[in-house]
Nanobody, 126 residues
Framework: QVQLVESGGGSVQSGGSLRLSCAAS????????MGWFRQGPGKEREGVAV???????LYADSVKGRFTISQDNAKNTLYLQMNSLKPEDTAMYYC????????????????????WGQGTQVTVSS
């Protein structure tokens, strides 16, 4: 059974940085698209950044140049380094995993992902 556990959220001031981690277990597939989504108050869940088994990375326009997604395969951990945080980045951040296929142009559609973590809250104050 695949399990994803996020950590690293918190409260920071505008311009600050945070690094989120997603510890994964039970993943036995070699092809995948895995990444981060977020859901702010009263908003729909949106894709933030993903990477796949080809090490290809994709980002939402709103975070390009500020966020970096990476993985440590030895630790089975996915990361999201978030710099230059803005109040509009405030949201619950979720780790998500779409097994058996690499990322595609429709990577931002939450329904494509089979496995989800419980989320970690990020709050950015102005």
């Amino acid at each position: 059974q695949v399990q994803l556990v996020e950590s690293g959220g918190g409260s920071v001031q505008s311009g600050g940085s945070l690094r989120l981690s997603c510890a994964a277990s039970g993943r036995t597939y070699s092809s995948y698209c895995m990444g981060w989504f977020r859901q702010g108050p009263g908003k729909e869940r949106e894709g933030v950044a993903v990477l796949d088994n080809f090490s290809r990375t994709l980002y939402a326009d709103s975070v390009k140049g500020r966020f970096t997604i990476s993985q440590d395969n030895a630790k089975n951990t996915l990361y999201l380094q978030m710099n230059s945080l803005k109040p509009e980045d405030t949201a619950m951040y979720y780790c998500a995993d779409n097994p058996l296929q690499p990322c595609s142009g429709s990577w931002g559609q939450a329904w494509k992902y089979d496995y989800w973590g419980q989320g970690t809250q990020v709050t950015v104050s102005s």
